[in-house]
C-alpha cells in the first residue's frame, strides 16, 4: 500500500503553492515594520547596497519564526476555502473521505514545519538576532551623511553649526556662510562669517574639509587679570581676524565600523536553549550569593544589637549586685545633653539615609538581575511556543476554511489577520506579564497556545462532523431562546395550493380553543406573582395550556394553506406560545433545585418566569381576538 496517494498529493500542491506564497507576503510585511520601526538610523547616513543588503538578511532570518504561524493559517484558510467553493470538499465526503483524513497530508506537514521552526529558533535565529543587533548598535554610532539645508542651521557636525543662504548643487559651494565653533569647549566659542565656503570629504572618510573664502572670525577672549574699576565701561574682549581664504580641518567618521558582536553576547535572544538554561543556573546561583551577602552584612551591621547598662546617678559605682540592667531608650535619651541628644539624632537621620540609599541600590541591583533572568526565560518558553503555533493556527485555519467556503484574498486574508492579532494581543500580553513578575512564567507565556488550542480542536470538530457554526441563523434563535425575544409569524398566501383548509373543523376547533383559553385565564391568575416553592421545587405541568399550545398551531397549519388574505393575516397576528419559560428556568430538576437554594440566583430567574407569565397573559389575549375574527371568514367559506 503506498504511504502517499493521490489525493495527499492533490491536497498538498494545492496547500504549498499557497503556504510558499502566504510566507514571502507575511515575512514581507513584518520586514516593512521592522523597517519602519527603525527608518531614523537608516536613513541619511550614506549606507552602501552591501550593508543594506546585510542589514535585511539577517532582518529576514529573525522574523521568518514570526511569520511561519500566519503564513501557515492564511495558506491553509485560502486553500481548503478554495476546495470548499469549488466543491472538492463536498466530492470528498461524498466518497467517504472524511475532514480528517483531507487533512492528514497538511497535518504531517505543518508537523514537520514546527519541528523544523524549533531547531531554526535554536540553531539559525540566535546567530541571525546576534548579527542584526550588533548592527543595529554600529549604525545607532555611524555619523549622518552631509546635506547642508538652506536657510536653517544645520547641527549634523559635531561641535559645528553651519548656516547657509543659498548654495550651488553642481559646484558645492555655499553662500553667505556663518559657522559657529564649539569643537574647542563653550568657552572658547568661534563665530565665523564667509561670503562662500565649501565643504568636501577626504578620501578616507575620516575627515571634512571646510574651505571658506573672504570672511571674518570672533571669538571670545577670558578676562583674566582684568581690573574692575570701571567695570561698567568696559566691553567683553574679543579676537577678530580677517581672512581672504581659509581650511578647517574637521574629524568626521562616516565610515560604518561594525562593533565587536561579543558585547551583545549576553542578549537573551542571541542564545540557543542550552546556553540559556546555563546562563539562568549561573545568574540564578549569582543572584543567590549576592542575596546572602547583603543578608548577612545588613544583619551584622544593623541587627546586631547588644544590651547596653544604664549608671545609677545616686552611686559612683554601678549596679552590679543583680547583674546588668536592660537599658531602655528613654532612659538613655533623659541621661544625654540637650548637646549630645542633637549630636545622637543627627547621626541617626545620616545612618538611616545612607542605609535607605544602600538598601535602594541593592533592591535595583536584584531586581534587574531578576528581570534579566526573567528576560532568558521568557526566550526559552517561546521558542517552543511559536514552534507550537503553527500547528495550533494549522487546527484553526484548515476547518475554519472548510466551514466557511470562501477561497481567494479576501474573506480569509481578513479572518486570517484578525485571529492573528487577537493572538498577538494575548501572546504579548501575557508576555509583558510574565516579563514584570506579575504573572507566573509558565502562565505568562503558554496563555496563547491554551486559547489556541482548544479553539483549533473545537473547529476540528465542528467541521468533520458538519455541524453549524457560522449559520447566523442558529445563534439569533439561541439568542432570542436565552432572553426570551419574540418572533413574530410572517406567513404569505400560497402560489400553489394542493388542499384547501377544512372550514368546518377549524371553526369548531377555534371555537374549543376559545373555551380552553377563558377556562385557562379564570384558573390561573397570570398576572400575579408565581409561586417560588412550585416554581423550583415541584415538576408540575399545565396539560391544558400545553394543550393550547398543540391547537393553536394545528389551526395555524391548516388555515395557512387559504387563498384568503385576510385569514393569512390574522393566522400571523396568533403569537408563539413560550409555555416552558412560564413554569420553570430549566428542564433539568437538579439544575432547577439548585436556583432555587440559591437565592440571589433563583430571585433572577423568579423575576423572569413572572415576567413570561405577564406576557403569556397578553398573548392568550392576542390569540382570542384573533380566533374570534377568524370564525366569521370561516363561516363566511363554509357558505361558499
Not at 63 to 82: C, K, R
Not at 204 to 232: I, M, P, T, Y
Not at 449 to 467: C, E, I, M, R
Amino acid at each position: 500500500m503506498k504511504l502517499i496517494k493521490k489525493l495527499d498529493v492533490f491536497i498538498l500542491k494545492k496547500f504549498l503553492l499557497l503556504f510558499l506564497g502566504s510566507f514571502f507576503i507575511t515575512l514581507f510585511v513584518f520586514m516593512m515594520q521592522f523597517t519602519w520601526r527603525y527608518v531614523n538610523i537608516l536613513v541619511g547616513k550614506g549606507l552602501t547596497l552591501d550593508i543594506l543588503g546585510e542589514f535585511f538578511w539577517y532582518m529576514a532570518l529573525s522574523l521568518v519564526p514570526m511569520s511561519l504561524p500566519l503564513a501557515i493559517l492564511l495558506a491553509s484558510l485560502i486553500s481548503f476555502g478554495n476546495m470548499g467553493e469549488q466543491l472538492e470538499l463536498l466530492a470528498m465526503k461524498s466518497a467517504g473521505v472524511s475532514l480528517l483524513r483531507i487533512m492528514r497530508p497538511v497535518f504531517f506537514f505543518v508537523l514537520l514545519l514546527t519541528f523544523g521552526s524549533f531547531y531554526f529558533q535554536n540553531r539559525t535565529a540566535p546567530n541571525a538576532q546576534l548579527q542584526l543587533r550588533t548592527m543595529l548598535f554600529s549604525l545607532r554610532q555611524t555619523s549622518p551623511a552631509l546635506e547642508i539645508p538652506e536657510g536653517v542651521f544645520y547641527n549634523g557636525i559635531p561641535g559645528f553649526s553651519l548656516y547657509t543662504s543659498h548654495k550651488d548643487v553642481n559646484t558645492g559651494k555655499l553662500y553667505e556662510l556663518m559657522v559657529y565653533r564649539t569643537d574647542q569647549g563653550f568657552d572658547k566659542a568661534q563665530i565665523l562669517v564667509a561670503d562662500s565656503g565649501r565643504m568636501v570629504m577626504t578620501d578616507d572618510k575620516l575627515h571634512l574639509l571646510l574651505d571658506v573664502w573672504n570672511g571674518e572670525q570672533f571669538e571670545n577672549l577670558r578676562q583674566e587679570n582684568v581690573s574692575l574699576q570701571n567695570n561698567n565701561k568696559s566691553g567683553t574682549p574679543y579676537d577678530r581676524e580677517t581672512f581672504l581664504y581659509k581650511r578647517f580641518i574637521i574629524d568626521f567618521n562616516s565610515n560604518f565600523e561594525k562593533m565587536d558582536e561579543e558585547q551583545m553576547r549576553s542578549l537573551a535572544n542571541t542564545k540557543n536553549l542550552k546556553q540559556l538554561t546555563e546562563a539562568v543556573d549561573s545568574m540564578d546561583l549569582q543572584l543567590d550569593s549576592i542575596g546572602h551577602t547583603y543578608y548577612t552584612e545588613s544583619k551584622t551591621r544593623y541587627y546586631n544589637l547588644h544590651e547596653i547598662t544604664v549608671p545609677n546617678p545616686k552611686r559612683a559605682k554601678p549596679e552590679v549586685a543583680h547583674g546588668p540592667k536592660p537599658a531602655k531608650f528613654d532612659d538613655l535619651v533623659a541621661a544625654l545633653s540637650v548637646d549630645d541628644r542633637q549630636r545622637a539624632e543627627q547621626e541617626a537621620r545620616g545612618e538611616i539615609s545612607m542605609l535607605a540609599s544602600e538598601n535602594e541600590w541593592r533592591s535595583i541591583v536584584t531586581e534587574n538581575g531578576d528581570l534579566f533572568i526573567r528576560q532568558h526565560q521568557i526566550q526559552m518558553h517561546e521558542k517552543f511556543t511559536l514552534s507550537l503555533a503553527c500547528l495550533f493556527f494549522f487546527l484553526i485555519g484548515a476547518p475554519l476554511g472548510s466551514i466557511i467556503r470562501k477561497g481567494g484574498l479576501g474573506l480569509p486574508t481578513v479572518v486570517s489577520v484578525l485571529i492573528f492579532i487577537f493572538y498577538y494581543i494575548i501572546n504579548t500580553s501575557g508576555m509583558k506579564m510574565a516579563r514584570d513578575g506579575a504573572w507566573n512564567m509558565t502562565y505568562g507565556m503558554w496563555i496563547s497556545s491554551f486559547v489556541l488550542a482548544p479553539v483549533g480542536l473545537y473547529l476540528t470538530y465542528k467541521s468533520n462532523n458538519d455541524s453549524v457554526v457560522f449559520n447566523l441563523d442558529t445563534y439569533v434563535k439561541l439568542f432570542n431562546r436565552i432572553f426570551g425575544l419574540k418572533q413574530s409569524r410572517h406567513l404569505a398566501v400560497k402560489e400553489i395550493i394542493l388542499h384547501d383548509p377544512d372550514y368546518g373543523k377549524m371553526n369548531q376547533e377555534a371555537s374549543e380553543l376559545l373555551h380552553m383559553t377563558s377556562m385557562f385565564d379564570r384558573q390561573n391568575l397570570l398576572y400575579f406573582t408565581p409561586s417560588y416553592k412550585k416554581m423550583f421545587f415541584s415538576d408540575e405541568k399545565s396539560p391544558l395550556l400545553r394543550n393550547i399550545e398543540k391547537r393553536s398551531e394545528r389551526i395555524v397549519d391548516e388555515l395557512a394553506n387559504s387563498n384568503d388574505y385576510q385569514v393569512i393575516h390574522l393566522l400571523n397576528q396568533i403569537p408563539l406560545l413560550y409555555i416552558r419559560p412560564t413554569e420553570r428556568p430549566f428542564t433539568d430538576r437538579r439544575l432547577n433545585l439548585a436556583c432555587g437554594v440559591l437565592f440571589p440566583i433563583g430571585l433572577f430567574f423568579w423575576c423572569r418566569t413572572w415576567r413570561f407569565r405577564i406576557r403569556l397573559k397578553k398573548d392568550l389575549s392576542k390569540l382570542s381576538y384573533a380566533l374570534r375574527n377568524l370564525q366569521p371568514l370561516m363561516a363566511k367559506h363554509l357558505e361558499e
